[in-house]
């Protein structure tokens, strides 16, 4: 494995947001997609891996039936797959009204893509509503525990996670919950080739210059710029 | 927050008043914006402040570079709490090789502020990278990165000059006013660098591109040692130090192109926190029934001192120099208009103010409202402090409110918005995007160019005009969660307009992508806000500016005053 390459948060955040919308989404969507890879990567969770994963699916042009359909305790995506981002921003837009994980019910997310994207939205939902939150991914997985601003260790069980068959959604009750993943301090280890392929992706959001736009630069190539 | 006549009523915590401030109707025009001058809370202004009143001590631990000019030199900024460092890198550059375009890849100096006191590994760390600049990687120990160049007009002047043991011309040195640029100064995670959150909370330095003023004035001081250097190494014992008085005529220049418009629209409601600070720093000011004579005497030397100032601004480019001959005719009028009040009572600074509105220019207002905050550093500079917004990591949750809801704040708020008919070619003639060969953001002709399915999200009145085209399609009661969830597209646009921390000047209410908009105005702004002087338009996208010019050099803080200099004293 090469060694990592040593990135910022901004840094997370911009490449992020740009290999969204490289990848086509709208810029409103592709800014939340770099705010969640920025809050996971914070705490050492492969964020931009899991994003990288996830564009994959979100890169056709119906990539909006990946939405989940809110309705009932049992969400689906008219895809058939839910995407994780997209799960999370359907979710914390709806923080203020009535979740069905409130009050001692369970949402069940049924075939979601990378459900580690979801975790940062989450985290917003708890802050909003003042609650902790319990998410499982299956029976294989611990079950991970979400308060305001952190996510227990348990979240590395479903890192790299592709697809997880169903993710549950409770509120956590009143038990102790495992350790936070501690914030990371300095830079951030980024795999190179994961970077690389999100360069790509950022690279279809940038524009070639046309001949005249080069004349008008930002400057005009017709003024002596060393003077 | 609610409306008073033509004036915004807004609570004032520190007076304990209600203030009429100027309306985001009258202050957020992009052609108001793009007069405005810097103010006392400027961030140069409020660096130097801060940097002064903590006690720091500068000097350089190491000058290590030759008589060809070439090699390293570290700057220490030592405080009561951290030190930074400022890592130089003087370089031989082919002057073939010497361009001012961000997207240049050599320059006559390079530089790192450093979280610290770097030792010889770091600073091999950084030779290795900070040359490079934007091709090169750093870590969270490095706060700052920047570059200059060299002007060819004054540069080597200057250092013939001393070399022979002559001082150079007060005159010459005033008509460009700094030897080096910068062409860029980079914060903020860029390239690696420290992210700001990690700066944000210490003292003095949370206020916004604090770090980034503080690296440009320790560059000052670095390029006045590296002048005097190369005078004594071309002179030898025959050379002369740089005359002091004259070295404070020198700032650090600066080109600045497109690269930094998008800025103030990308974050728009920090932006709107640095226009509410100044306008509540303007209202203030104009709250008072009567002038003290202390300050009613500055605010009268401080328009004599514009005055002199703005008879030395001259710049080739047309409309500016009207703007600039303009602005020397309103001063003259502000002077004999101020002259025949009575300052003890009659509201005097609001009278000046109201009768500046209805009399002068823009440029001649805005620099009026410079002058009028500028005697009442007691009454604002606190306000410096809190210019900056406390960084969330993720926006909160929930989306309170219906179609319904949204549909009507547009329509009540942002008639500007929805004004424009925005199937008239003119009304989006432009599109910014970001350049493939320079990963910067450009501006281009939307119906001439290919390219504009892939614009930056600042066309934000057509934005909120389409948004809002497809609310009144909506069911009224529809849940904006539920809008979203359909109409995804808008996302950005929700997003803006249900911001909290957006206030009353959170918009500017024009068109920034019509074929009138001029982007050198957002530009301009931002430069204001920095504590730039002396714009110098090169084009309608990029201009040239001087940054500290008169001030205090870090080795003379103990001497002089570090906030008597903006609009110097011709006298001194």
Known sequence: MPEPLPCSLNEIQSQATKAARGAGLPWGVADEAGRAARWLEARGLAGLSALDGALDGLSAPDWRRCFPVPGGGAWRAESGEIDGLLAGITLADRADGSLPFAGGGALVLDRVRWPLLAVPFLAGIAQARGARLAVSAGPQTPRIGIRPHAVTVSCRAIEGMALAAAVRIEEWGDGGMPPDLPRLDGSVPIDKEVYARLDRRAARTYVPESAESQARGAGGSDLIETD | MGAAGDFLAVPDGRTGRTLRLRPPETVMRLARLGAFHQTRLSFLRATLRHVAAAGYRFGYDRWDIGDDGVGTAVYAARGPERTYSLVCFAHDLDPAMRTDRVIAEAWDATYTLYDGIPDDGEIERLRANTPKQEAGRYRHTDLILSRTNKSARLFDHVVDCLAAGRQPAAARLDDVGYVMRTTAVYGNGKFGIADRHRYAGRAGFGGPFRLEMLTVWMIRQFVADLVDHAARAGGGAGAVPLDRALRRRLGIGNSTGLGLGPFIVNHPALFARWVECRELALGRVCAQESAPAANWSAFRRWIARARADVATWTVPDPLQAEKVDRLADDLDRLDAFSAGLDPASGAPWA?????????????????????????????????????????????????????????????????????????????????????????????????EEAGADLELPLATGRDIAACHADLCEAAQDEQLADFLLRRPEHRHTVRRLCDPELGPYGQIRDNLVGADLLPLNLLRCKLAFFGATHFDPKSDRWLRINMFCHAPYPDELDSLPPDDWILPRRDA
Do not use: C
């Not at chain 2, 805005?366 to 917004?389: K, N, Y």
């Not at chain 2, 409110?401 to 549909?407: E, V």
């Not at chain 2, 329509?411 to 009304?427: K, R, T």
């Open chain 2, 351 to 447: 009278e000046i103010r109201d009768w500046a509105a209805e009399n002068l220019s823009l440029e001649g207002q805005e620099l009026t409202v410079s002058l009028l905050i500028e005697p009442h550093g007691d009454l604002v500079d606190d306000l410096a402090d809190r210019m900056a917004l406390a960084e969330t990591e993720m926006p909160p949750a929930g989306l309170s409110g219906n179609t319904g809801d949204l549909r009507g704040r547009i329509e009540d708020g942002f008639g500007w918005a929805l004004a424009p008919d925005y199937a008239v070619a003119d009304a989006q003639a432009r599109f910014w995007y970001v350049s493939a060969n320079k990963l910067e953001p450009r501006l281009g002709e939307r119906w």
